[in-house]
C-alpha cells in the first residue's frame, strides 16, 4: 500500500490533498455493473492501472464489480477511504458527497454534472463536512508514482511516468490535455481535473507537487485568467524552486495577465503545442547557464535556418549570427555527428546545444539518434534538444538524459528560449535575495 508520500507540514489543503492523490483506498459510486458508464470505467482504470491501495465498489446491489468485493452504501464500509470518486450527477452526487463526509472521507472527485444550483449545494455541503472537493464536471486524478499508480481518470491515453504535473479546469479540457502530451512523448508525474468551479486554485497542488521529488515542473491550463495577479502570487514560491508552465492565449487582458504572470516566474505559452515543447525541455534537461546556443547538424540549408531562427529568438550563435553553425553533411556516418556534438561540449563554446538530423538514403538515423545519445549523455552540463526530420520513426527522447526530440528546429529553439528565460529570472531572483540578505546584515 502507499505510504505517505509528501512532507505535511502545517498546510491543512496540502495535507488533505495528499490523501487524495496520494491515497491508501479508494471507493467509487454511482452505476458500476454496466460497461460503458462512468462508474464502470473509472473503476476499471483503477484496475487495470493496478493501484496499490484498496479499492471498494459501492453500488446498489451491492454484488462484486470487476472482481473487486462491493458495498451498498458508503455506511457499510468497512473502514473510511482517503478519496472517493462520484460518477454520479447532480443531487445524486450531493447525497453522495454527503454520505462521504459522515463517513470521514476527506476527498471526493465528483465525475458527474450538476446544474448552477447544484453545483452550488455541493459545494456547501463538502464545506460543511471538511470534504475536498475537486467537480463537478471533474475528468478525475491520474499518479503515476509506481507506489500508488492512482488512474481516476476516464482517459483512453495512459502518459509515461516523467516530472510534468498536470492542472486544468474542465474535464474537457483534462482529456484534451492528458492526450496531448501523451502523444508527445511528455511524462506526467501527476493529474488533476478540478471540474466546473469559478478559478483554479492551486494554492494546495502547489505545495503538493512543490515537494514532490518526481515533479520537475507544472503545467496550467485554467479555464480563464480572472484573477492573473492571485495567481501570479500563488505561483511565485513555486517558481523559485520549479518552473510553472501556463497557457494565456492571445488578446489584451492576456498581455496584461501574461506580464504579471511572467514578473512571477511563469512561462507563459499561447497555446498546449508550445507548453508542452517547453514542458520537455526544463523537466528532462538542466536549466541553462548562458545564452550560447551552439548549433550542430547534417543538413548545410536546415542548420543555417535554424541559427537565424535562434539569433531572432535573442541567442548567440558561436561566432555571430553570420558564422555556418557545424555541418557534417548529409552522408554522415554516426561518429561524426557524435563528435561534433562532444567537440561543443569540450572546447566550451555554448550553453546550450541544438543538434539537427536529417534522415537520408545515404545515411541511418537510427544509428545516427543512437549515437547522438550517447555524446549527449556524455555532456550534461549543456541543455540539449534534438531535432529529427526526413523519416518517419517515431521518436521522442534519446539517451538516459531523455533529451528531448522535436520534428522542426523552430519548435525546438522556441522550448529552449523559454528554459532561458526562466533560468535568467532564478538567477535575479537569487541575486536580489542575495541583495536583500546583505542590506539587512547590522
Known amino acids: 500500500m502507499p505510504t505517505e508520500l509528501v ?31 462512468t462508474g464502470h470505467e473509472v473503476l476499471r482504470a483503477l484496475r487495470d492501472y493496478r493501484f496499490r491501495g484498496r479499492l471498494y465498489p459501492v453500488h446498489e446491489s451491492g454484488r462484486p464489480v470487476c472482481g473487486i468485493p462491493g458495498y451498498r452504501t458508503i455506511a457499510d464500509l468497512p473502514a473510511a477511504p482517503d478519496l472517493i470518486v462520484v460518477a454520479a450527477d447532480g443531487y445524486q452526487a450531493v447525497e453522495a458527497v454527503r454520505a462521504a463526509g459522515r463517513r ?3 476527498g471526493a472527485v465528483v465525475l458527474g454534472v450538476a446544474s448552477a444550483r447544484e453545483g452550488y449545494e455541493l459545494q456547501q455541503v463538502a464545506r460543511h463536512h471538511s470534504v475536498r472537493l475537486f467537480g463537478p464536471g471533474s475528468f478525475g486524478v491520474l499518479n503515476t508514482d509506481p507506489r500508488v499508480r492512482l488512474n481516476a481518470t476516464l482517459s483512453r491515453t495512459r502518459p509515461p511516468r516523467g516530472g510534468l504535473a498536470l492542472a486544468s479546469q474542465s474535464g474537457a479540457v483534462g482529456a484534451a490535455l492528458l492526450d496531448h502530451v501523451t502523444r508527445n512523448g511528455c511524462g506526467v508525474s ?9 478559478e483554479l ?39 523559485r524552486r520549479k518552473p510553472i508552465l501556463q497557457v494565456v492565449g492571445g488578446g489584451p487582458e492576456a498581455i ?37 546556443l551552439a548549433i550542430v547538424g547534417n543538413a548545410g540549408g536546415l542548420t543555417a535556418m535554424a541559427a537565424r531562427t535562434a539569433n531572432a529568438y535573442g541567442f548567440s550563435t558561436p561566432g555571430g549570427a553570420g558564422e555556418r553553425p557545424t555541418d557534417t553533411t548529409a552522408g554522415s556516418i554516426a561518429a561524426d555527428l557524435a563528435a561534433a556534438v562532444e567537440s561543443v561540449a569540450e572546447t566550451r563554446q555554448a550553453d546550450l546545444i541544438l543538434a539537427l538530423v536529417v534522415g537520408t538514403r545515404a545515411n541511418c538515423p537510427t544509428a545516427i539518434m543512437t549515437a547522438l545519445a550517447g555524446a549527449l549523455d556524455r555532456v550534461p552540463g549543456l541543455t540539449a534538444a534534438v531535432v529529427l526530420a526526413g523519416t518517419s520513426d517515431d521518436i521522442h527522447r534519446v539517451g538516459i538524459s531523455d533529451t528531448p526530440v522535436y520534428r522542426q528546429p523552430d519548435r525546438a529553439i522556441r522550448a529552449l528560449a523559454h528554459a532561458r528565460r526562466y533560468a535568467m529570472w532564478r538567477r535575479r531572483q537569487a541575486h536580489d535575495e542575495g541583495r536583500r540578505v546583505r542590506a539587512e546584515r547590522p
Do not use: K, Y
Open 7 to 37: 512532507p505535511l507540514a502545517g498546510n491543512t489543503r496540502a495535507r488533505s490533498l495528499s490523501r487524495m492523490l496520494a491515497p491508501r483506498s479508494v471507493a467509487v459510486t454511482g452505476t458500476l455493473q454496466q460497461h460503458g458508464h
Open 104 to 106: 470521514g472521507i476527506a
Open 190 to 198: 501527476g493529474f488533476v481535473s478540478t471540474g466546473d468551479r469559478q
Open 201 to 239: 486554485d492551486i494554492d494546495g497542488l502547489i505545495t503538493f507537487w512543490r515537494d514532490d521529488a518526481r515533479t520537475r515542473a507544472l503545467a496550467l491550463v485554467p479555464d480563464t485568467l480572472d484573477d492573473p495577479r492571485r495567481l501570479a502570487d500563488q505561483a511565485r514560491s513555486f517558481s
Open 256 to 292: 496584461v495577465a501574461g506580464s504579471l504572470l511572467a514578473d512571477a516566474g511563469v512561462i507563459c505559452t499561447s497555446s498546449p503545442d508550445e507548453m508542452t515543447d517547453a514542458a520537455r525541455v526544463l523537466v528532462s534537461q538542466p536549466l541553462p547557464t548562458g545564452n550560447r
